[in-house]
Each structure stands twice: as C-alpha cells, then as structure tokens.
C-alpha cells in the first residue's frame, strides 16, 4: 500500500464577518499520496486559499487534523509552542509554496533567492544555479526580481521551490498572473519537475486546463454554488 504524504480529516474553518460566522471549509477530508498532484477548484471565494493557508500553517483550524510525515497539526497546535515549532520545522524543510505573486525577496538578486531558500531548507545551495538554468533562466541568474518579467519571475519562484527539495508543493494560482502561453510552459515545467522529483503537488486554480493537468480534482465550489 502507498503511503500517504498527507492526510486531512474533517478540516474546518470560518471565518467571522461583522456578527455574521462564515464556513469557509467543512469537514473536508482527503489524502494525497507521495508524488501525486492535486487541483484545488472552485468558484472565487469558496476556499482554495484558505485551504491552502491551512496546509502550510498560515492559518490554524477550528477542528480536524493535517497529518504530514508523522507530524500532526490541528486546532491547539498554533497554542502549542513545542507543537507550532515542530509544524514550523517541517514546513520550512518539505513544504515549498508557490503564490501568484510576490514569492521573490525583491532585495535580493534570482540566484540568491534561491540560494536562501534551499539554505533555509538546510539543503546545499551549491546547485541553486543549475536549477535557474534548469528552468531557462540562467542567464538571469544576478538580476533582481523587479528586471525580469512575470513569468520568468515565476520560473524563478519554482526554481526556488525545487532548490529546496520539497515533499510537497503548495501553488495558489501560480500561473494567473501569465498570459496563455506562458502560463502553459510554466505548468509544463512544474508538472515535469513534480513528476521527476517525485513530489506532491496541491495547486489551487481557475484554469481547467492546469487542473486536467493534475491527477486528483477537489471541487470546494459545489457547495457554496448551491
Ligand atoms: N482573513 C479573512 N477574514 C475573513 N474572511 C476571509 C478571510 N480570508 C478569506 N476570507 C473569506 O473566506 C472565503 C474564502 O476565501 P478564499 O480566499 O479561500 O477563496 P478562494 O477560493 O481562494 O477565491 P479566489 O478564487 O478568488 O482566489 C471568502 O468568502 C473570503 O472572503
Ligand atoms: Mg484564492
């Protein structure tokens, strides 16, 4: 039997609006197993980002669990010091995100954002070079983020993620910002690199062609839609 790379069970969370409660994620349970890949979908609002908050620990649950290598984090770990340490530890080792924006350090340089992210990681920066030129942007390597375009900005957030050496790869909508072929051979890239390296990938989008990429679908829209 597969193992799982990560386990939810019964996840919920709301959010408070004024005097009014609003259920974001309910009960939602759904496992992934190592080198799987994930689309999150759903119409806007109906909690892929928030989900995807929950599983790299930028926002705490209300019930449930998220179980990764062993490690568990649910409602009292955020109060947990010892816990929230642990969860942080993982995170920062095996959990690589990728956002639509906004994932370079804008003071620093392409190759040394991903020199500081696989140092973070506690992985050998010494390849960090190879995996700009692994995603076609090498020659890029000393410039900084604001003299490059989006999607090579992009490239630059995957090589990032992959100098680091994750076990799973959390993307909110990491090619919306691109046009359509751009936004295709950045997917292109992240699904052969995934596929290679063997590691999971959850990814949150809008685009039916990115998430027909992935092989596992999780619909949170149908019942907010009703
Ligand atoms: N910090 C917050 N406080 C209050 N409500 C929030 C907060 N974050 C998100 N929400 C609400 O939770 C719901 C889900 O938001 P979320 O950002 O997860 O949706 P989404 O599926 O990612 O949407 P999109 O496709 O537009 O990115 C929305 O109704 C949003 O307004
Ligand atoms: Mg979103």
């Not at 004024?18 to 999150?40: C, H, M, R, W, Y």
């Not at 995170?91 to 804008?106: C, D, H, K, T």
């Not at 973070?120 to 076609?136: M, V, Y």
């Amino acid at each position: 039997m597969t193992e799982s790379l990560l386990a939810v069970r019964g996840l919920s969370k709301h959010f408070v609006s004024g005097n009014e409660t609003v259920p974001v994620i309910e009960k939602l349970t759904f496992t992934l197993d190592q080198g799987q890949s994930l689309a999150l979908v759903g119409r806007s609002g109906s909690g892929k980002s928030t989900l995807l908050n929950l599983l790299c620990g930028l926002e705490s649950p209300d019930a449930g669990t998220i179980v990764m290598q062993g490690q568990v984090f649910d409602a009292g770990s955020a109060a947990t010091r010892e816990k929230a340490a642990a969860w942080a530890s993982l995170r920062r080792q095996q959990i690589g995100v990728v956002f639509q924006e906004a994932n370079l350090m804008p003071a620093l340089t392409l190759l040394e954002n991903v020199r500081f992210r696989a140092q973070l990681a506690g992985r050998d920066p010494a390849n960090s070079e190879d995996w700009l030129t692994r995603l076609d942007i090498g020659e890029l390597a000393q410039r900084y983020p604001d003299q490059v375009s989006g999607g090579q900005r992009q490239r630059a957030a995957l090589a990032m993620v992959f100098a680091m050496e994750p076990a799973l790869i959390l993307a909110d909508e990491p090619t919306g910002s691109l046009d359509r072929q751009t936004a295709a051979e950045v997917a292109q890239v992240l699904f052969d690199l995934q596929a290679r390296y063997c590691c999971g990938l959850i990814l949150a989008t809008h685009d039916a062609e990115l998430a027909a990429g992935c092989q596992q679908l999780l619909d949170l829209g149908h019942l907010s839609a009703l």
